[in-house]
């Protein structure tokens, strides 16, 4: 006869924290939220470590280049998704690495013989208020002037009239040339009040834009997640089945961790990967494994010479329906606390410390706390990045309001047999795991995330912790009633702020 657990499966929303001593000297801002990425044996410094205990899921709808680069940013790390080519996941690592912080390619240009009408449309598309004006329209092309929201007002003008009448001209635009320090860029935008500076090559050819608010962002978010080469930082998921040609190829580009994208990586096939990856690569490269929600599938993956760090989690993400399909999967905080606590006891047998990721299913930044609260290091999420300007989907109209397409990985869109397959001979998706849906645009990442982080830490000073291991150290956690509950919520008043379509405290929708 089958086992049968004594614990129920239980979620994050059933548990809350209990406030502790909270001293003096302990400031929100002070808080330190960075944490390892890599095993590290005590008393050692990890190879790899994260400044914000956040990553972004290996999904096509989530980490994209430009999401890659706005969360490493903001101190995060990326997975960028391994359910494409290798070529083009390759390139995508090699956009973060190379990125230049500060110095952006300019994706919306015009000429100088284009209609009003024409550039009043690319700047709605785009959101981009400041447009170059080049030879041929292209970002590379020779610079002729620039266009701002300023030249001309889209209800007054003539949109017939062409933009070479209305930009300021190449003699008066202000520019740097190719080779420019950032500091100097900056220099001058303060020097000449400007909002846009762009550089030009020896030939006056277009290579690239710097902007104020990107200068003013990047002082207000000090935390960037960069190599020892002042480069942004990436990571890259990889799969059980062509981890030979791919891993090699990402490791060249630079990505700074791999991580299996597996649904189950309790397998002979994630433990094979590992091993081929450690005999050809060494100990030094940062790998993740996973997912598994047992303190047994934990122990397979960090056996001798195995992974860095284990993703946990099965079923509960927001776009799953692996448990209603398949009957597999664990509720997270059940599957959390098992693995918490088995990684605490090899901490104490081994003297190594593994690294635990929660993936999935976090609906609202109260469950991020709790994730971490109840011994995860990092969360990976999906949905809360796909919300964002920086996700790789289009933004949609639907009924006036803006949304973005967020699918599973498990889904007939994605194709990603290999996430949810290990055997080569099913190279395709008999049922889906996943769905595809919509997600509300909630902004900007860096200001979704700026919340988030104050929110975090607020809590951490609750429980007495200025940092995330004293937090996890401190913390006393409770199941809730149901009744409580509804105790949380508000009760008997009407709150005009909170009759919106995004319940304050939730990223929208729920899961
Ligand atoms: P979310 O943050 O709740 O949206 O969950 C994201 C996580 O769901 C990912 O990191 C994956 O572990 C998992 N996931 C991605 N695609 C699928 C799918 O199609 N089915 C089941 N789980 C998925």
């Known amino acids: 006869m089958a086992t049968i657990l004594a614990d129920t499966s239980r979620t994050f929303s059933e548990y809350l924290l209990i406030p502790r001593l909270t001293s003096k000297n302990q400031q929100v801002e002070a808080v330190d939220l960075s944490v390892p990425l890599s095993a590290v044996e005590k008393n050692q410094t990890p190879r790899f470590r994260v400044n914000i205990p ?62 009003l009408a024409d550039v009043v449309e690319t700047m709605q598309r785009s959101g981009h208020s400041t447009i170059p004006v080049t030879s041929d329209g292209t970002a590379s092309g ?16 003539d949109l017939e009239n062409l933009v070479r009448d209305h930009m300021t001209a190449m003699g008066n635009v202000i520019h740097g040339s190719e ?63 062509d981890y030979r040609e791919r891993v090699p190829a990402l490791i060249a580009a630079g990505a700074d961790t791999l991580c299996f994208d597996s649904s189950d990586g309790f397998t002979e096939y994630q433990k ?29 993956l960090v056996e001798p010479g195995g992974v860095d760090f284990v993703k946990v989690g099965m079923g509960g993400g927001s776009i799953c329906i692996t448990r209603e399909q398949k009957g597999v999967g664990r509720g997270q905080a059940s599957a959390l606390l098992d693995v918490a606590e ?63 397409p967020y699918w599973g990985e498990g889904t007939h869109r994605a194709q990603n ?28 990442l860096s200001e979704v995330l700026e919340t988030t982080l104050y929110k975090l830490r607020s809590t951490m000073v609750n429980v007495g912790a200025d940092n995330l291991s004293a937090f996890r150290e401190r913390a006393i956690l409770t199941l809730v009633s149901e009744q409580s509950v509804v105790e949380a919520g508000t009760s008997n008043v009407f709150q005009f702020s909170r009759n919106r379509e995004l319940p304050d405290g939730d990223w929208g929708g729920g899961s």
């Not at 410390?353 to 109840?374: F, K, R």
């Open 417 to 444: 047999w290999q996430r949810y397959s290990d055997e080569m001979s099913s190279r395709k998706m008999m049922f889906e795991e996943g769905v595809d849906a919509y997600v509300p645009l909630v902004g900007p």
């Open 342 to 404: 088995r990684r605490d006891r090899y901490f104490e047998e081994t003297g190594r410390y593994i690294p635990l990721c929660s993936d999935g299913g976090l609906a609202n930044d109260t469950q991020i706390v709790i994730a971490l609260a109840m011994g995860a290091d990092f969360v990976m999420m999906g949905r809360y990045f796909a919300m964002t300007e920086e996700s790789p989907t289009p933004k949609t109209a639907i009924n006036g309001q803006m949304y973005k």
């Open 179 to 241: 080779g420019i320090t950032l500091r100097e860029a900056n220099r001058l935008l303060h020097q000449h009040k400007k909002d846009c500076l762009p550089i030009l090559d020896k030939s006056g050819n277009l290579t690239a834009l710097v902007f104020k608010k990107d200068y003013v962002d990047h002082q207000r978010h000090p935390l960037e997640l960069l190599d020892e080469s002042k480069r942004l930082c990436v990571g890259a998921a990889i799969n059980t089945h």
């Open 142 to 157: 020779k610079l002729v002037g620039i266009i701002t929201d300023q030249d001309f007002w889209e209800f007054e003008d």
């Open 54 to 115: 956040i990553v972004s899921a290996c999904m096509q709808s989530v980490s994209g280049t430009n999401l890659s680069i706005a969360l490493a940013r903001q101190g995060g790390l990326s997975m960028v998704f391994c359910s494409q080519p290798i070529d083009s996941q390759v390139e995508m690592v090699r956009q973060v690495k190379t990125h230049k912080a500060g110095f952006v390619q300019s994706t919306s240009n015009t000429t100088a013989d284009t209609r």
């Open 272 to 300: 094979e990967g590992i091993s081929w990856i450690r005999e050809n690569f060494g100990a030094e490269v940062v790998i993740g494994g996973g997912n598994v929600v047992s303190a047994e599938g934990f122990d397979y």
